[in-house]
């Protein structure tokens, strides 16, 4: 069975939290006021449950816990997609960035350098069908 606690946070604000009291007396009894207002609740709770239709289960289970798992769930998931397609299309922009003719430019440079150094070394330009 769920059994809540109260966390700092959570205290009734006439209850100071054990850890702030100067004494071990002072501490017993605030954590006694603890488990009293615990119980209190645990009480209060399972009249709760008693009161609670069906219907009321199944929106709490079903609706309030599972879908919204669910929700959490395919949010991710989605999150997920978008940050890869992202990452995808960034990198497509990056290795597209450059049009092909430039590309074709450039490496016409780059060829003819690379002929005119192999000229000057004495060496044959016709391999392949290129020269």
């Known amino acids: 069975m769920f059994k809540p606690t109260f966390s700092e946070k959570q205290l009734p604000e006439n ?3 054990p850890a702030n009291c100067s004494t071990q007396h002072e501490q017993a009894k605030i954590k006694k006021q603890i488990k009293e207002k615990e119980k209190k609740l645990d009480d209060k709770l399972l009249r709760k449950y008693a009161e609670l239709t069906a219907e009321d289960v199944k929106r ?3 609706e309030e ?3 919204a798992r669910l929700e959490e769930g395919i949010k ?6 978008v940050m890869s397609l992202t990452s995808r299309i960034k990198e497509l922009a990056e290795r597209y960035a450059e049009p092909m003719p430039d590309i074709e430019q450039e490496v016409e ?14 060496f044959e330009t016709e391999v392949n069908g290129y020269g």
């Open 60 to 62: 709490l289970v079903v």
């Open 15 to 17: 209850i100071p939290h």
């Open 109 to 122: 440079g780059y060829e003819s350098n690379v002929k005119e150094h192999l000229k000057v070394m004495r």
């Open 65 to 67: 816990r599972w879908l």
């Open 76 to 81: 991710d998931e989605l999150d997920n997609i």
